[in-house]
């Protein structure tokens, strides 16, 4: 009994850690890809300063 309520246990802490890991991964595309936007944008704000 005690056993299985452990693996209930681990099975849920593995599930959280996929979900943070998956959470993650996709912050970190979604960032990856607004950078260079930002970047741009910054070079537009000067250009448009001058």
């Not at 452990?6 to 607004?34: E, R």
Request: aromatic share 6%; no cysteine; hydrophobic share 50%.
């Amino acid at each position: 009994m005690v056993v299985a309520e452990d693996a209930g246990v681990i099975k849920k802490l593995v599930n959280s850690n996929i979900a943070i890991f998956v959470t993650m991964t996709k912050f970190l595309s979604y960032t990856q890809k607004i950078e260079p936007l930002g970047k741009m944008l910054k070079q537009l704000l000067m250009l448009l300063k001058k």
